[in-house]
T-cell receptor, first 114, second 113 residues
Framework: ETGVTQSPTHLIKTRGQQVTLRCSSQSGHNTVSWYQQALGQGPQFIFQYYREEENGRGNFPPRFSGLQFPNYSSELNVNALELDDSALYLC?????????????FGEGSRLTVL | GENVEQHPSTLSVQEGDSAVIKCTYSDSASNYFPWYKQELGKRPQLIIDIRSNVGEKKDQRIAVTLNKTAKHFSLHITETQPEDSAVYFCAAGSNNAGNMLTFGGGTRLMVKP
């Protein structure tokens, strides 16, 4: 069984730039969620994708956007990067309709904005 | 929206002692309460979860209790070991809403040998 994989693992951007982060969900999972984890804090929910559509969103501005592809993989795009966007971005996959709904996290993409 | 508060933020115990971490939540619609362990530089991993139709769940040295009326839930680790040292996060969500979780701020547990 293949786990959740994310790329890139680390990246550095400057303020105002755009970034795309990628996530491959665990085999058999159809739902992908993205979380932002600032240093020393708990993960914060950004949004969730199911059947290639956003079906839930946290308190993040529209410059955070995403996609889900037919193979259930996903992208997170952030435009007009700000210094406060520096964080670990975690992707989690799950299976909507399962009894548990357990989230399986990837190792994350650490974004530094200078 | 949901708000989850977690205490304490740091906890230091001697090996073999018990550790208790407490969380409160605000949204009465939440019905799923997982606990995640995150080691330094690693992904969060689910260690135990509880749903609102039960009050307690145990898995070896780990137990979770839930008080729906008071809107609080707790993680109990008995006979702590150095490898239990990590950051622990509680979370709340609703499996009617795709388990979009709201996390607490985390507890850094240090187990001294």
């Amino acid at each position: 069984e293949t786990g959740v994989t994310q790329s890139p693992t680390h990246l550095i951007k400057t303020r105002g730039q755009q970034v795309t982060l990628r996530c491959s969900s665990q085999s058999g999972h159809n739902t992908v969620s993205w979380y932002q984890q600032a240093l020393g804090q708990g993960p914060q929910f950004i949004f969730q994708y199911y059947r290639e559509e956003e079906n839930g969103r946290g308190n993040f501005p529209p410059r955070f956007s995403g996609l889900q592809f037919p193979n259930y993989s996903s992208e997170l795009n952030v435009n007009a990067l700000e210094l406060d966007d520096s964080a670990l971005y975690l992707c989690a996959s799950s299976r909507t309709g399962s009894n548990t709904g357990e989230l399986f996290f990837g190792e994350g993409s650490r974004l530094t904005v200078l | 929206g949901e708000n989850v508060e977690q205490h304490p933020s740091t906890l230091s115990v001697q090996e073999g002692d018990s550790a208790v971490i407490k969380c409160t939540y605000s949204d009465s619609a939440s019905n799923y309460f997982p606990w995640y362990k995150q080691e330094l530089g690693k992904r969060p991993q689910l260690i135990i979860d509880i749903r609102s139709n039960v009050g307690e769940k145990k898995d070896q040295r780990i137990a979770v209790t839930l008080n729906k009326t008071a809107k609080h839930f707790s993680l109990h680790i008995t006979e702590t070991q150095p490898e239990d040292s990590a950051v622990y996060f509680c979370a709340a969500g609703s499996n009617n809403a795709g388990n979009m979780l709201t996390f607490g701020g985390g507890t850094r547990l240090m187990v001294k040998p």
